[in-house]
């Protein structure tokens, strides 16, 4: 039995470097989104229409079609692997949160994998309408009163999906649907990090609602990240 024992203590000490090795042989894209040019400004929403969404909002609400921050950076663009990753199953995954809330989708940008279930909720006390603009996938048209429960809805194909409310025309987003699990939104400071790369060849892609979309190739090798700068040609 002490034997056994011995020779299981030596095999563990054998591989313990390969598995630490193993564990830290990925590496990441990282990088910054900027623009050049007069972003679309963002500009006060006309919600007179309904005063109910008016009561519910301290200061106006404004659009965010284009959100940028200092040095010129711009947020709300999706950076994923758009090749050299292999596609990534859903199964076990959280569901996303795509809620409304004073009138506005508190996710303007939502990314998700294939197959993640997408929570749809209701925050407001008033109805809302989920107007979800597919074409790779199936289009679907829900009303959603106050204090109803919340639903969940999975998509089985990759798009960029618009998605607007019919009662109220101000309220636009977006689903991004992608086969990978590699992705990221950017914040008003541009920034993204995508972790936990094998080494390989990628194509790392940008894209913005209004902007349009850019790609790059990367080799990834472990240890330090690649930095992938992302520049848009903004015109008002």
């Not at 039995?1 to 203590?9: H, T, V």
């Not at 309408?129 to 048209?141: C, D, P, S, Y």
């Not at 472990?222 to 903004?234: D, R, W």
Request: hydrophobic letters at 40%; glycine letters at 8%; charged letters at 20%.
């Amino acid at each position: 039995m002490r034997l056994g024992k011995l020779c299981l203590a030596i095999l563990l000490a054998l591989m313990s470097p390969w598995v630490a090795k193993s564990s830290t042989d990925t590496g990441a894209v990282t990088g910054r989104v900027t623009y050049v040019g007069t972003p679309a400004k963002a500009e006060a929403i006309d919600m007179s229409k309904d005063p109910a969404c008016l009561k519910l909002r301290a200061k106006p609400l404004l659009t965010e079609t284009a959100v940028t921050g200092p040095g010129n950076t711009l947020g709300n663009v999706v950076v994923y692997i758009a090749a050299g990753a292999g596609d990534a199953p859903a199964e076990g995954t959280k569901e996303a949160i795509f809620d409304q809330q004073g009138c506005r989708y508190t996710s303007h940008v939502l990314a998700v994998r294939v197959g993640q279930p997408v929570r749809f909720s209701n925050s407001d006390p008033l109805s809302h309408n989920i107007h979800t603009l597919a074409k790779v996938n199936r289009e679907w048209n829900r009303i959603q009163p106050a204090e109803t429960p919340a639903f969940s809805y999975a998509y089985d194909k990759e798009e960029f999906i618009p998605v607007k409310c019919n009662v109220h025309p101000w309220m636009l987003g977006y689903i991004a649907v992608l086969k990978t699990s590699h992705f990221a939104v950017t914040r008003e400071d541009g920034t993204y990090t995508l972790p936990q790369l094998p080494p390989g060849k990628y194509t790392v892609t940008a894209w913005h609602e209004l902007y349009g979309t850019q790609s790059r190739e990367v080799t990834v090798t472990g240890g330090e990240p690649q930095i992938v700068n992302f520049l848009f040609y903004a015109k008002p």
